[in-house]
């Protein structure tokens, strides 16, 4: 059997790929399993970031409590070595080339310094880039743990410690752009006077415009810390002598001093008038046989008065109570208030003191502790210490201003005291309800107390006696029957009183020497300032 012979290709018998074409397909197959791959992993990222913000939104809005612990940054320098979970505010952050970032975090007056740092497997570049573009005042969720510093951290109240960072959250973040920063607006005005580095001031008018950033600094927030210490001891020590405490109603019917310094409000198809003062009440109270009363509430002077210490809002702390003997019982009892103030900011809030301190560096305020008590003196001798210092007595019928931080620098270089009591004020100078002097009637049963030369109470012993009462409303131009319900009770037999008005404001800031009594205000209001 013979051989076919072999037949040639056709022409058209079809091709294989080209080795040029077998490559670009190589990289064609390449390229679709990375961009899969990619895709795949940024799939499993949006997953893992879903599943985290929905489980971050459940507990911001409160669908859900895991009850984790959560710690006070005041608490960290006895958590060495522990992992702890805290919310706080970005005061600060600085980044140190792309693998670390140090914030400094805050919670109302402490703050700590914190790292993040890029560590494999726990934190990545990504997170420290993400850190480090975290606007400062920022709500953030810290979790980390707990470690000793090198060296004391100078920017942090709680210096031995810092935390390294493992986890972080923004709970809350900005939605404008920060008026001034928080570092500027704690800095003293010493430090920027005196500092080679230009920094920026922030002016009181600013601060008072942006008051909400403003109150997040640590200063203020020992401020109002020892504001509500201040009405806590007030509380706590009249409590303990028998008082209760009324709350009075701040409506009016009529000017309870004089018409220019009342605000009058409509009321319905009348007029009504703001409560200059509880005084009133108080009284009223004393005539119900409460025997002792105190009330903290707001006090309206319509006052024209831009002063440091001038508002036309402000919150007063004030007392009534019968008196046995002498209008001095009542006087004693104050003293006896003030001095437990004293010693209990001292002794409870020196850590809240030293914080305001830093910006507000000031003498420690003084007052005599040892057996002859108080200084008290007579409003003529008062005038006596003035006139030997070289003021005219014939400008002293009254104590103005200047002449009050005077006879205040008088009796500090003299007695090396900040409080003192002036007793025995000239009638004239005083409301009708109060009661004369029983041997000499231009004098009056009254009395000032002082702080660092400025007034911070006023009181007296006050006018029970209905038919003296009346004829004193009519001396001093306020019309008896405007104020039937106030004189009915005591025609109903009162006993004799007196008591005093503090403005808790004023305290506040003489205490620590603010000098502005804006700074001791929530929300200041005088006669140029009804926002916020």
Not at 155 to 174: Q, R
Request: hydrophobic share 35%; net charge negative.
């Amino acid at each position: 059997m013979s051989e076919q012979p072999s037949q040639p290709p056709a022409d058209d018998a079809p091709k294989g790929p080209s080795k040029s074409e077998l490559k670009k397909q190589a990289k064609a197959a390449e390229k679709e399993k990375k961009a899969a791959e990619k895709a795949a992993k940024q799939a499993e990222q949006a997953q893992q970031q879903a599943a985290a913000e929905v489980d971050f939104a459940t507990e911001i809005t409160s669908q859900s409590r895991p009850r984790q612990e959560r710690v006070q940054i005041s608490s960290l320098s006895n958590r060495y070595d522990q992992t702890v979970l805290f919310r706080a505010r970005i005061q600060t952050s600085r980044a140190q080339g792309n693998k670390m970032v140090f914030l400094n975090l805050r919670q109302r007056i402490d703050s700590v310094q914190a790292l993040v740092i890029v560590t494999p497997e726990k934190v990545s570049k990504q997170m420290v880039k993400w850190t480090a573009g975290l606007a400062d005042e920022s709500i953030v969720l810290i979790e980390g743990v707990v470690k000793k510093a090198p060296e004391p951290i100078k920017s942090a109240t709680v210096s031995d410690v810092e935390i390294h960072v493992s986890k972080i959250h923004l709970v809350v973040g900005l939605f404008t752009r920060l008026p001034f920063t928080l570092d500027d607006a704690s800095r003293a005005d010493s430090e920027i006077e005196t500092s080679e580095t230009q920094y920026n001031r922030v002016l009181l008018e600013t601060r008072l415009n942006n008051r909400i950033l403003d109150l997040r600094t640590q200063t203020n927030q020992a401020v109002f810390k020892l504001q509500a210490a201040i009405g806590d001891l007030f509380r706590d020590f009249l409590s303990a002598k028998g008082f209760i405490e009324i709350h009075s109603p701040k409506l009016q019917g009529a000017a309870t001093e004089s018409g220019a310094s009342v605000f009058k409000v409509s009321y319905f198809k009348g007029s009504a008038f703001l409560a200059q003062s509880p005084q009133l009440a108080k009284q009223m109270a004393i005539a119900a046989d409460f025997e002792r009363v105190y009330e903290i509430g707001p006090v309206f002077r319509a006052e024209d008065s831009n002063t440091h210490r001038h508002m036309t809002e402000f919150m007063g702390l004030d007392l009534e109570m019968t008196i046995e003997e002498h209008y001095h019982e009542v006087m004693e009892l104050l003293d006896g208030l003030f001095l437990n103030i004293f010693k209990g900011l001292r002794e409870n809030y020196s850590k809240e003191i030293e914080a305001v301190r830093k910006q507000f560096p000031a003498d420690e305020f003084k007052w005599r502790e040892g057996p002859e008590g108080t200084l008290k003196f007579t409003f003529k001798e008062a005038i006596d210490l003035l006139v030997e210092d070289g003021v005219s007595r014939e400008e002293l019928d009254d104590i103005n201003t200047e002449n009050e931080k005077r006879l205040g620098r008088i009796v500090k270089a003299k007695y090396d005291t900040d409080y003192y009591i002036i007793d025995k004020f000239p009638m004239a100078l005083r409301p009708f309800y109060t009661m004369p002097d029983a041997e000499d009637p231009t004098l009056s049963n009254s009395y000032d107390f002082f702080m660092r030369g400025e007034e911070i109470l006023s009181g007296a012993q006050r006018i029970h006696e209905p038919n003296l009462l009346a004829e004193k409303m009519r001396s001093k131009g306020v019309d008896p029957d405007s104020m039937r319900g106030y004189l009915d009770g005591f025609r109903l037999g009162c006993p004799p009183h007196g008591g005093g008005g503090i403005g808790l404001e004023r305290v506040l800031m003489l205490f620590l020497k603010l000098n502005n009594i804006r700074r001791a205000s929530l929300f200041p209001r005088d006669p140029k300032r009804l926002e916020p």
